[in-house]
T-cell receptor
Framework: DAGITQSPRHKVTETGTPVTLRCHQT?????MYWYRQDPGHGLRLIHY???????DKGEVSDGYSVSRSKTEDFLLTLESATSSQTSVYFC????????????FGPGTRLTVT | GIQVEQSPPDLILQEGANSTLRCNFS?????LQWFHQNPWGQLINLFY???GTKQNGRLSATTVATERYSLLYISSSQTTDSGVYFC??????????FGKGNQVVVIP
């Protein structure tokens, strides 16, 4: 699993509440990513980071923000959760030390009621 | 943006059978990865294959970048091969675009 953990693993929250998901890695890989997985869509890129304080938007970034203040942590925040953000969220890591191959964490199942 | 299409979407196999999964992509890509998502949701790396052919046990993959497709071969399938297979294309700066997956069920 390339030393990737995600927390929480499961969360149920109400519409309009803020939610933060955490991705933690133990091996100082440079690149980190957040994806969401929905039925019929495969995985879609939300945000990514090439280093500390270096982040950018992916294809489905509306309603999400990210922060990376330390190499090992990449946080995904839903400022005001909506039912359309019910999904499974995956974090991934990559970097030159991995030959740029991406490795995924175990996922977080988020339900917004 | 780049489009990644996988076929067939669903496949049922008798244990021991062979199969081929196909991934087409609409534009030039830097790299291509294949993943297996097991029934517990875990994404497992299978191949990192920008071009050429690689083999790992009963699985092998071929990418023909000039023709914009990749193939994943499963030989002598086992029930543990069940799950969803995803291909993902690196369309620049190490960002991946995923196909919708091939749902494979292997029956004993």
């Amino acid at each position: 699993d390339a030393g990737i953990t995600q927390s929480p693993r499961h969360k149920v929250t109400e519409t309009g509440t803020p939610v933060t998901l955490r991705c933690h890695q133990t091996e100082n890989h440079r690149y980190m990513y957040w994806y969401r997985q929905d039925p019929g869509h495969g995985l879609r890129l939300i945000h990514y980071s090439y280093g500390v304080k270096d982040t950018d938007k992916g294809e489905v970034s509306d309603g999400y923000s990210v922060s990376r203040s330390k190499t090992e942590d990449f946080l995904l925040t839903l400022e005001s959760a909506t039912s359309s953000q019910t999904s499974v969220y995956f974090c991934a890591i990559s970097g030159p030390d991995l030959g740029y191959e991406q490795y995924f964490g175990p996922g977080t199942r988020l339900t917004v009621t | 943006g780049i489009q990644v299409e996988q076929s067939p979407p669903d496949l049922i196999l008798q244990e021991g059978a062979n199969s081929t999964l196909r991934c087409n992509f609409s534009d030039s890509v830097n790299n291509l990865q294949w993943f297996h998502q097991n029934p517990w949701g875990q994404l497992i790396n299978l191949f990192y294959i920008p071009s050429g052919t690689k083999q790992n046990g009963r699985l092998s993959a071929t990418t023909v970048a000039t023709e914009r497709y990749s193939l994943l071969y499963i030989s002598s399938s086992q029930t543990t091969d069940s799950g969803v297979y995803f291909c993902a294309a690196d369309y620049g700066n190490n960002r991946l675009a995923f196909g919708k997956g091939n749902q494979v069920v292997v029956i004993p």
